[in-house]
T-cell receptor, first 113, second 114 residues
Framework: DQQVKQNSPSLSVQEGRISILNCDYT??????FLWYKKYPAEGPTFLIS?????DKNEDGRFTVFLNKSAKHLSLHIVPSQPGDSAVYFC????????????FGQGTTLQVKP | KAGVTQTPRYLIKTRGQQVTLSCSPI?????VSWYQQTPGQGLQFLFE???????NKGNFPGRFSGRQFSNSRSEMNVSTLELGDSALYLC?????????????FGPGTRLLVL
């Protein structure tokens, strides 16, 4: 039972354009959502987060949007840079659980120069 | 401030052996969570420790265990290793493990079971 889903395994964009990564969830009892970037054989690096009481959070080139009615969140990267090429994971924190993140399967982003 | 550190970075074991992995959280962080990453199952939550107590546990067999020390450092142990335990093991720390807190990850320990 996959509670957090990233339905696009991969995404390719041109440098300077916008990258949009999507994530869907099935459980309404998530309090907090996060996006991580990961390189092979390394730990995930935190990018940006959003509380379930908000619908948008911005940090530099990264913006996360949350649509609670659709149980959907997205990460926008503008402008995309070749160094952004990595695997991106969305993660959700259940309100009933401490210290637990539920991850999506990841989306591999390739930014072409 | 130093990040989360994990030792060792790489480990090779044979089936039936046991292994202990170590994690030092960010200074001041008291919650440590452990995750397993495999190609087939993705990133899965193992357990979380806070103030030397296991507060939360994922769906893993009892061969997977952990503990936390008074300085918040944590260890996880896997006994009677199986081939399927080959994975990247990640630990993450946060201030208190609350529902609105960010977890910061270490570089991971790559375990290969032969």
């Amino acid at each position: 039972d996959q509670q957090v889903k990233q339905n696009s395994p991969s995404l390719s964009v041109q440098e300077g354009r916008i990258s949009i990564l999507n994530c869907d969830y099935t459980n309404s009892m998530f309090d907090y959502f996060l996006w991580y970037k990961k390189y092979p054989a390394e730990g995930p690096t935190f990018l940006i987060s959003i509380s379930s009481i908000k619908d948008k959070n911005e940090d530099g080139r990264f913006t996360v949007f949350l649509n609670k009615s659709a149980k959907h969140l997205s990460l926008h990267i503008v402008p995309s840079q070749p160094g952004d090429s990595a695997v991106y994971f969305c993660a959700a924190v259940p309100s009933s659980n401490t210290g637990k993140l539920i991850f999506g399967q990841g989306t591999t982003l390739q930014v072409k120069p | 401030k130093a990040g989360v550190t994990q030792t060792p970075r790489y480990l090779i074991k044979t089936r039936g052996q046991q292994v202990t992995l170590s994690c030092s959280p960010i200074s001041g962080h008291r919650s440590v969570s452990w995750y397993q990453q495999t190609p087939g199952q993705g990133l899965q939550f193992l357990f979380e420790y806070f103030s030397e107590t296991q507060r939360n546990k994922g769906n893993f067999p009892g061969r997977f265990s952990g503990r936390q020390f008074s300085n918040s450092r944590s260890e996880m142990n896997v006994s009677t290793l199986e081939l399927g335990d080959s994975a990247l093991y990640l630990c993450a720390s946060s201030l208190g493990g609350g529902n609105q807190e960010t977890q910061y990850f270490g570089p991971g320990t790559r375990l290969l079971v032969l």
